[in-house]
């Protein structure tokens, strides 16, 4: 049968080869041969992950013996230098620097074709080795700080993994085993060399320690003092920064913003309003900013202002007090803002065909960010209508189950 281009006669041809003796077993041999095939390609794969670990482990074993002959090395020269008759020379570190190589087979501490004494020359060496081994100790330092990087960057990826979890499931059994998993990955990142004081390392410390209720105030285990210090740590790094690097400024800007916002929320949980409101009269002219923001930075602010919108409503018992209409009125526009950045409604074409492209590579958020612009603005009109807030409405509940 001739079809030419007609594909319903060429896929009724090849349905019927495939279907044959000779067809079947073409396709028969061909799956084995790309099932051979994949298996040397996943085989090669897999080399290729475990060739790093491998080759790091060989070096650390190579390097342990080297540092055990260097110690038995420089022991046996200063045997030979202070006092006569010395044991055994042991075996010269082969990757040791070549002076010092020198230096430790060294058989006799006499000048044969040098005028300058003996411990002349070798200190001479020595001086070489320490410059040699000045720049491959900052490369050492280098490394170890970016074995370090990585080693925190786990750390710290495995409780915010656990503790985002944890937000999601209703079984308490998951909820405790998730949230001791969460604190226990946290604490290790905080005790890896350098990251005492990292900002993200503290801020989902402050949180998890929050979500376990430990909210004493007095108390220096409980998450107000871990939001203290990452307010402190941020306002340290914003000290020491110069007017070169506007970004890094207001990032940590809004890092003592977040900060500042959980310790009044948790304030105006116990109902300490007046002093909520003055630590967020301490950072509001801070995010009186020009700049733009990114859609994580204008989610963060319209909460800020939301949360002091709530405290002084509740504060002053009413919604059209000067300062609480500007609040109400910031928190509004920076959630209608967010709305509209997010809704694809409010896209042109161009728009909406970019963002749907480069969603099949990364995703951007927009729809969760969306949810949260909505969600806000739902609560503000509750705010403005005098209801409250959802940290009123669960300090109520918690009243009026004491009292009950």
Excluded at 198 to 212: C, V, Y
Excluded at 253 to 259: G, N, T
Aim: aromatic share 8%.
């Amino acid at each position: 049968m001739h079809c030419s281009f007609d594909f319903g006669c060429l896929a009724t041809e090849f349905w019927q080869w495939a279907v044959s003796e000779a067809g079947w077993k073409f396709i028969w041999q061909s799956l084995k041969d790309l099932a051979a095939i994949l298996g040397v390609v996943l085989t090669f794969l897999k080399w290729w992950e475990s060739r790093e670990a491998y080759i790091f482990g060989r070096l650390s074993d190579v390097l342990g013996d080297q540092s055990a002959q260097t110690h038995d090395a420089v022991r046996y020269v200063v045997q030979r230098v202070r006092r006569p008759g010395p044991a055994d020379p042991p075996r010269t570190p082969v990757f040791a620097e070549q002076a010092l190589r020198r230096l430790f087979s060294r058989h006799h501490w006499k000048p044969v074709y040098s005028f300058a004494a003996p411990f002349t020359s070798a200190d001479r060496k020595l001086r070489r080795i320490h410059r040699k081994l000045d720049k491959r100790q900052r490369a050492a330092t280098g490394y170890q700080t970016f074995v370090n990087e990585q080693r925190f960057a786990a750390h710290l990826l495995q409780g915010a993994i656990a503790l985002g979890r944890s937000e999601r499931t209703k079984n308490d059994n998951q909820l405790s085993r998730l949230n001791e998993a969460a604190a226990n990955s946290l604490q290790r990142a905080l005790s890896v060399a350098g990251k005492q004081n990292d900002l993200e390392a503290i801020e989902l410390k402050g949180i998890l320690l929050r979500k376990l209720g430990q909210i004493d105030f007095a108390s220096d285990a409980g998450a107000p003092r871990a939001f203290e210090e990452l307010r402190n740590a941020a306002e340290i790094q914003v000290a020491a920064l110069d007017d070169s690097m506007p970004d890094k400024r207001l990032e940590l800007i809004f890092v003592i913003a977040r900060a500042v916002r959980y310790l009044a929320e948790m304030h105006h949980a116990n109902n300490a309003n007046g002093t909520a409101r003055d630590l967020l009269d301490q950072i509001a002219p801070a995010l009186d900013t020009k700049e733009r923001l990114s859609p994580q930075q204008l989610l963060d602010r319209a909460r800020f202002f939301e949360v002091d919108s709530c405290i002084r409503v509740t504060l002053y018992r009413a919604v059209d007090g000067e300062i609480t209409s500007q609040r109400i009125s910031a928190a509004t526009r920076d959630y209608k803002s967010l709305r509209d950045d997010c809704d694809p409604n409010s896209w042109d074409w161009p728009t909406r065909i970019w963002r749907a492209c480069a969603r099949v590579f990364h995703e951007d958020g927009a729809k969760e960010l969306l949810k949260q612009a909505t969600a806000g603005l739902d609560r503000m009109a509750q705010i403005k209508q005098g209801h409250g807030c959802p940290i009123c409405k669960l300090a109520s509940k918690a009243v009026s189950t004491e009292q009950g």
